[in-house]
């Protein structure tokens, strides 16, 4: 609220010394219901029943989080650059606290607002490609190389929705890929939020893989209302909807909660749930030396893990290759840079013993419709396999 209130109030000073018309009571009066809707567009839309009114709320305030943040930013940093230079006794004080300079410093901050905001906008929705490569030192029997896609964090729902996707997929099999993994957060909790369900279950199905398409779920793969980042759903045990559950089945991803596939005969892939959210039927999710236990580790041994924890216990089990997603490489800056801090490998790869793992930014996007300093992506991984 009070943040508001520091904005608003800084808006209108500035639009009044542009423009007489706003040190009126009428055009103040008007610029602040114009900044009073795109405020709470968001809470207005978290009590609206599901349907396109809700939608468009959402959306609206989705965006206003982005240009909210960057606001905070630019004007916070222009008033602390004012308090600073109001201490020099170089610089004419009288011309500092002039309506001219006040006016330039305000176009200056709104360009950069209107920058970074419509950058940000623009590139979540452009998804890229990164390509990593990775030796294996295990015979994976007549399979001697491995495209792999590792994808993850889609968000589908009030952000996400079949342009995005469509997109995705077309990536995706623009690698020819031998395997497709989803490392959790497909949704964004809530299933009514999806944008046509049976839309994007013909979207899935056409992926391309010669071996399949597997997912493990995420934290936000769970029945929960959710409000600018925060959850409302009780103390009760956090589950995926039972209808994110049939979507994948015919969307053709097989889903794996604390389980193992054998692929080829030749290569494990495990899929673990997620690390504070393990979901329906797991009431704590197996250890890293539970998950290799019974495998033959002669044999390649692949995870998919939302979230990139317990990288050392993962690669003294004798885990090969961990597919990770969960920190959107900090989406906006300056997050992309504080998140280096919460996590040995906040994105991109890491050789961690003989693992590989790679944690990926993510298809879409969560709360604010933006990304600025990351990438939308999907990673393709080139396996290589060099045993006896």
């Known amino acids: ?47 609206l029943p599901p349907g396109a009114v809700k939608r468009f709320f ?20 222009a008033d602390a650059v004012h308090v600073i230079l109001k201490r020099s006794k170089r610089l004419n004080q009288e011309k ?49 190389q491995m495209k792999v896609v590792l994808a993850a964090d889609l968000h589908m729902g009030y952000n996400i929705g079949c342009g995005h996707i469509r997109e995705m997929v077309e990536k995706i099999n623009a690698e020819e890929p031998d ?25 899935f199905k056409g992926i391309k893989s010669k071996y399949g398409v597997y997912a493990c779920y995420g934290n936000h793969d769970i029945k929960e209302r959710i409000l600018a980042g925060f959850t409302f759903g009780g103390s009760r045990k ?20 604390d389980e193992s596939v054998l692929i080829a005969d030749s290569i494990y892939l495990y899929g673990r749930p997620d690390r504070h959210r393990p979901g329906r039927g797991i009431k704590k999710r197996k250890t890293p030396e539970e998950v290799t236990e019974g495998m033959d580790l002669s044999k390649p041994v692949f995870v ?4 990139p924890k317990e990288l050392q216990e993962l690669a003294d089990a004798g885990v090969d290759l961990d597919l990770c997603g969960h920190t959107h490489d900090g989406q906006v800056w300056p ?23 790679i944690v990926t930014s993510g298809v879409g996007i969560f709360g604010p ?17 060099e045993g006896d």
Not at 345 to 355: E, F, P, S, T, V
Request: proline letters at 0%; aromatic letters at 12%; charged letters at 20%.
């Open 238 to 257: 956090k589950e995926s909807d039972i209808r994110m559950d049939e979507f994948l089945e015919k969307a053709g991803v097989t889903l794996l909660r």
């Open 96 to 144: 500092l606290r002039s309506f001219k300079v006040f006016v330039v410093s305000g176009i200056i901050c709104a360009v950069g607002i209107a920058a970074l905001s419509i950058w940000g906008m623009v590139n979540a929705g452009n998804i890229r490609t990164t390509r990593y490569e990775a030796v294996i030192e295990k015979n994976a029997g007549d399979i001697k």
């Open 179 to 203: 395997l497709v993994v989803f490392a959790g957060d497909i949704f964004d909790n809530e299933y009514e939020a999806l944008e046509d369900p049976e839309e994007l279950i013909s979207i």
């Open 58 to 77: 959402v959306k609206i305030g989705n965006y206003w989080l982005g240009i909210l943040l960057y606001t905070i930013l630019v004007v916070g940093a």
């Open 335 to 357: 997050g992309n840079l504080t998140i280096r801090l919460m996590w040995e490998n906040a994105c991109g790869y890491l050789k961690k013993g003989d693992m590989h793992n």
């Open 1 to 47: 609220m009070l943040v508001n209130v520091y904005i608003i109030r800084w808006i209108i000073r500035w639009l009044g010394a542009c423009r007489h018309e706003f040190r009126k009571f009428r055009g103040r009066l008007i610029v602040s219901a114009v900044y009073l809707f795109f405020a709470s567009a968001m809470g207005v839309g978290f009590f």
């Open 369 to 385: 419709y933006m990304r600025v300093g990351t990438i939308a992506e999907i990673c393709a991984v080139t396996v290589k396999f």
């Open 304 to 307: 998919i893990d939302h979230q």
